[in-house]
């Protein structure tokens, strides 16, 4: 059980660099950098809805759990976020307007900054945890 958690957190941080490497290079790249983003986002989404529920039922130490259950949830909240953004803003855009705002604020800043500064924290800790020795298989 242990062996397929480190496997899906592994998996999330390549796509998460492969995310970050798309979303810098996706204007050179056109339409095809569209299509790959909304596919890793989508598997993004994936591992760490699967990262949550492998690192809840495996039998880890408390602090290397907890540091798991941030990066895959975090992860998930990324996508989910971004979604809840594009739908709030496009039901609202009139309200929006009229508040002098322009766009929904709150599940842009979740989804944009906070969420991947979590992710970050999560995986750090989560490698740091491990280095150190505190995963027994």
Do not use: N
């Not at 299509?35 to 492998?54: D, E, H, R, T």
């Amino acid at each position: 059980m242990i062996r397929s958690v480190v496997t899906v957190f592994w998996a999330s941080v390549i796509v998460f660099i492969m995310l970050l490497a798309l979303y810098f290079a996706g204007p050179a790249l056109g339409y095809a950098s569209t299509v790959a983003i909304i596919s890793l986002a989508l598997a993004f989404f994936v591992l760490g809805i699967l990262l949550c529920i492998l690192a809840a039922w495996s039998a880890m130490d408390g602090a290397l759990k907890r540091f798991l259950l941030l990066t895959g949830g975090s992860a998930a909240g990324i996508v989910v976020s971004i979604v809840l953004h594009s739908i709030v803003s496009g039901l609202f855009v009139e309200f929006w307007e009229s508040s002098g705002r322009g766009d929904e604020p709150f599940f842009f800043i979740m989804g944009i900054i906070v969420l991947p500064i979590a992710y970050v924290v999560g995986v750090i800790g989560s490698i740091a945890l491990m280095a150190r020795g505190r995963l027994k298989q």
